[in-house]
């Protein structure tokens, strides 16, 4: 049975195919129309799902949407309506779309699949396959399915999917039921995006940039955020003051209440960051654990399961997650890696399977079935070769032993390398696969990829990937994050104690200081969202970083996303040279291919 699921329309539009169960392929749309945050129809995406399983549209049972629009609809008319007569510029903006396209996305759905056919189809052939799941079922979906559980209580909490903002739901062999839920306009995910957008960064993207600056600032407004903006109650459930927000019926997220509350006027992007900025992202990063950590005590209290799944936007909270797991409340965790509206493609495609079609479910005992996240297209090296050629470049060609030695004595020499192997990653984090490695030990390495390379904010931290095996030496952690969806503290044997002088240093110039032995990948709160790397999911990468071990006698690389400033990751080869060539890139290994910077 292949199930094709998909997200659209709203943000981070994907694809993802099933096939009896088993996850195949799957990819966000921003990879192949190289628009970050692509809304469109995802057909670049599906048809690199197709063409992966050799299938064509013909051939699916069903076609699965991963929220409901008329829902959407509904909640947007009753929004309008209670804050009446406020909102009537942002209505008469908004409906036109939704009247053309949004409420008939059926229509518009059969019309897309149909263009994607190899010949005629049917329409109502098409019509009967293609089902609608509801938005927060599909992130539950996403979370449970794949998890290594055979039950567990399922946490997904976003800026809204139709009405839902929070959702507790139970997984059980096939089965996902619901147990409660917060309703829209309170959300947790909207009040942390009202607060990125009150910092000066954009929505629905710059929230983890406000959650690494959160450790510049000290939480100073958390009292008041707590009085005045949201109501916590001692199960975690919460409620907002709407006196403060726009963003129900407006063409912002905060008013002028919010911006009297803290006395000045939201921050222009790209204007210079003040400590205010700093403290207000350590404040709001603050109160979101305070809700996360309240919210899972009572869940587990109430229902004594021991194993937790979350997704949804907030879960990408890598610095909450982290809390939460050291915590200890629940003795498993488990995060769907592309825990936004891109994973609910395929938490659609899992609901049409398991709960749809009841099918029954192999639990992944031990393991997860996301196939280490590598769900994404990859090339062959006659592919790459022949683009070489063609472009002129200068490389050379490196078998087994000659390719992983070469790599690492440039790490180990202190360059900037690109790393393009085998598939791409599925959800936001590069994983191995398409990615930018930098000696640890270097103080020079943040600043020099922050600056030359990915073009991105200085204080901006960057993650390391740490041989499984060797976590512990390194970082306080008892459990693997093999999608770089924990950070956790260094230990205190690797830290570095600072001068006064160094003390006094203030604002985003602490990123300067050397904080450990591994400066490059320690936050100035001595901490790292890490990756740890397990031979079994990625064999190559785990080899690479073994042998930089050898060399340096260090377990772990720095690892950033291969792409730079307001660019998706790159998916194919040609656009791995080009962000090679426009970069501060040393060296390159794309495939069996090493090209050094100088010689081109």
Not at 18 to 35: K, L, P, Y
Not at 95 to 108: A, D, G, S
Not at 170 to 189: A, C, N, T
Request: net charge neutral; proline share 5%.
């Amino acid at each position: 049975m292949w199930i094709l699921g998909i997200s659209a329309y709203y943000h981070d539009s994907a694809a993802a195919l099933i096939h009896d169960g088993e996850i195949i392929a799957a990819a966000q749309e921003e990879r192949f129309t190289r628009q970050k945050h692509c809304a469109d129809f995802p057909r670049q995406a599906v048809e690199y799902c197709l063409r992966e399983a050799g299938i064509t549209v013909e051939q699916l049972d069903h076609i699965i949407f991963y929220d409901k629009p008329f829902l959407k609809f509904e909640r947007l008319l009753e929004s309008y309506h209670a804050f009446a007569p406020s909102g009537f510029r942002s209505f008469v903006t908004a409906m036109p779309l939704w009247l053309k396209e949004k409420l008939f996305q059926k229509r518009l759905l059969q019309r897309e699949l149909a263009a994607l056919a190899r010949g005629p189809v049917e329409g109502v052939a098409l019509r009967e396959r293609l089902l609608f799941s509801e938005h927060h079922l599909s992130h539950a979906a996403s979370a449970f399915y794949p998890s290594p559980f055979d039950q567990a209580l399922i946490l997904t909490m976003d800026g809204v999917g139709e009405w839902a903002t929070t959702s507790v739901m139970l997984g059980e062999g096939r089965d996902i039921r619901l147990l409660k839920e917060i309703h829209f306009p309170h959300s947790l995910g909207l009040l942390y995006s009202a607060f990125t957008s009150y910092c000066g960064f954009k929505v629905n993207d710059g929230e983890y940039k406000l959650m690494g600056l959160a450790p510049y600032g000290k939480p100073c407004y958390v009292e008041l955020i707590c009085r005045e903006l949201i109501d916590i109650a001692d199960d975690g459930s919460y409620r907002l003051n709407m006196r403060y927000f726009n963003y129900c019926t407006g063409l912002t997220m905060t008013n002028r209440h919010f911006h009297a509350l803290f006395g000045r006027e939201p921050r222009q992007p790209d204007s210079p960051i003040t400590v205010m900025d700093m403290d207000l992202a350590a404040s709001v990063q603050a109160v979101a654990e305070r809700v996360i950590l309240t919210l899972a005590t009572a869940l587990r209290q109430e229902y004594g399961i021991d194993n937790l799944c979350l997704a949804g936007g907030v879960a990408l909270n890598s610095v909450a997650n982290g809390k939460l797991q050291r915590a200890g409340i629940f003795g498993n965790i488990w995060i769907q890696p592309a825990a936004g509206d891109a994973g609910g493609a395929l938490g659609a495609a899992l609901v049409g399977y398991h709960l749809h079609r009841q099918q029954p479910r192999t639990p992944h005992h031990g393991v997860d079935g996301m196939k280490g996240g590598y769900l994404g297209p990859q090339f062959a090296d006659v592919e790459i070769e022949k683009l070489l050629v063609a472009q002129g470049l200068t490389y050379q060609r490196l078998e087994g032993d000659a390719l992983i030695n070469s790599a690492a004595q440039a790490l180990a020499d202190e360059k900037v390398v690109g790393w393009f192997q085998g598939r791409m990653e599925f959800g936001p984090r590069a994983l191995g696969n398409r990615t930018i490695l930098g000696d640890p030990r270097s103080p020079r390495t943040q600043s020099v990829m922050n600056l030359k390379i990915k073009n991105r904010e200085s204080f901006r931290p960057f993650a390391p990937s740490v041989l499984r095996e060797d976590a512990t030496a390194y970082f306080d952690i008892n459990t693997t994050s093999p999608y770089m969806l924990l950070v956790a503290p260094l230990l205190p044997g690797r830290r570095r104690e600072l001068s006064e002088a160094e003390r006094e240093i203030s604002g985003v110039e602490q990123v300067h200081l050397v904080r450990s032995d591994i400066p490059a990948v320690t936050h100035i709160d001595y901490s790292a969202r890490l990756q740890t790397v397990s031979a079994d999911a990625n064999p190559l990468y785990h080899l690479l970083i073994s042998r930089f071990k050898a060399l340096t006698g260090y377990g772990l690389v720095v690892n950033t996303s291969f792409n730079v400033r307001d660019e998706p990751i790159v998916c194919t080869p040609l656009e791995a040279l080009n962000c090679f060539m426009k970069s501060g890139m040393d060296e390159l290994y794309i495939g069996n291919f090493r090209l050094q910077k100088s010689p081109q």
